[in-house]
C-alpha cells in the first residue's frame, strides 16, 4: 500500500535554531519526492523537488535530502524564522500508466504534514 | 492568469443542498487535480484530469462526488446532497507535466451546517 509518513507530528523550536523534519514514505514505482510548506488558510506552496538519482536539494534556508534505498528524505531548515511557522507536508509521487486516454501521470500521496511554530 | 485560482473562497451551505467549487488552473496546464483536507490532516486525492479526461476519479469518495472539465481548462466539482462530513478546504493543483511541480490554489473552504 502506497503511503508517507511523518514525524514529529509537531515540533516547537527557537527562533535562529535549526531542525530537520522526517518523512518516510512505501511508494512504487517512484517517481519524485516534494517538499511543500502550506501556511495556514492558504495552499501549499512547492520547496522542492527530487527524483530518484537526486540526494539533496536547497532552496534557500530548507535542504532536503533524499534516500531512494532507505525510503526515507529529511527537511532541514537552517536558523529558523517567524515565518517558518508552517505545516510542511512531504508528497511523494508514483508512476501510473492509463490506459484510456492512453496517458501516464503522477499517483500522488501526501504526508500528514509536520507542525513547525517557530517562537521568539 | 498567474496562479491557480479557486472559487468561491468560502462557502456556507444548508446539509442536502448542492454545490459547485470553481477552479481555473495556469493557462496551458493539461493536468489538474483536485484534492480534500480537513483540519490538521494532509490533503486527500479526490479525481485527477488530463485536458479533458478524468484520467483517474479512484479518490471520489461516492456518487455525491462528481467533477468536470468540458474544455480542458476550467474544472468544476460538484457535490450532491451535502452532509457536514464534507466539510473542508477543497483544494486544486495544475501542473505541466509531471517533471514540474503543481501548483496550488489557495482552496475554497466548505462548511455544510
Given amino acids: ?120 | 492568469g498567474a496562479g491557480v485560482s479557486q472559487t468561491p473562497s468560502n462557502k456556507v451551505t444548508e446539509k442536502g443542498k448542492y454545490v459547485e467549487l470553481r477552479c481555473d488552473p495556469i493557462s496551458g496546464h493539461t493536468a489538474l487535480y483536485w484534492y480534500r483536507q480537513s483540519l490538521g490532516q494532509g490533503p486527500e486525492f479526490l479525481i485527477y484530469f488530463q485536458g479533458t479526461g478524468a484520467a483517474d476519479d479512484s479518490g471520489l469518495p461516492n456518487d455525491r462526488f462528481f467533477a468536470v472539465r468540458p474544455e480542458g481548462s476550467v474544472s468544476t466539482l460538484k457535490i450532491q446532497r451535502t452532509e457536514r462530513g464534507d466539510s473542508a478546504v477543497y483544494l486544486c493543483a495544475s501542473s505541466m507535466d509531471r517533471r514540474n511541480g503543481y501548483t496550488f490554489g489557495s482552496g475554497t473552504r466548505l462548511t455544510v451546517v
Avoid at chain 1, 500500500?1 to 518523512?23: A, D, R, W, Y
Avoid at chain 1, 535530502?65 to 511557522?85: E, P, V
Wanted: proline letters at 6%; aromatic letters at 8%.
Fill in chain 1, 1 to 120: 500500500k502506497n503511503q508517507v509518513e511523518q514525524s514529529p507530528q509537531s515540533l516547537i523550536i527557537l527562533e535562529g535554531k535549526n531542525c530537520t523534519l522526517q518523512c518516510n514514505y512505501t511508494v512504487s514505482p517512484f517517481s519524485n519526492l516534494r517538499w511543500y510548506k502550506q501556511d495556514t488558510g492558504r495552499g501549499p506552496v512547492s520547496l522542492t523537488i527530487m527524483t530518484f538519482s537526486e540526494n539533496t536539494k536547497s532552496n534557500g534556508r530548507y535542504t532536503a535530502t533524499l534516500d531512494a534505498d532507505t525510503k526515507q528524505s529529511s527537511l532541514h531548515i537552517t536558523a529558523s524564522q517567524l515565518s517558518d511557522s508552517a505545516s510542511y507536508i512531504c508528497v511523494v509521487s508514483a508512476h501510473r500508466e492509463v490506459p484510456a486516454p492512453k496517458t501516464s501521470y503522477d499517483k500522488v500521496i501526501f504526508g500528514p504534514g509536520t507542525s513547525l511554530s517557530v517562537i521568539p
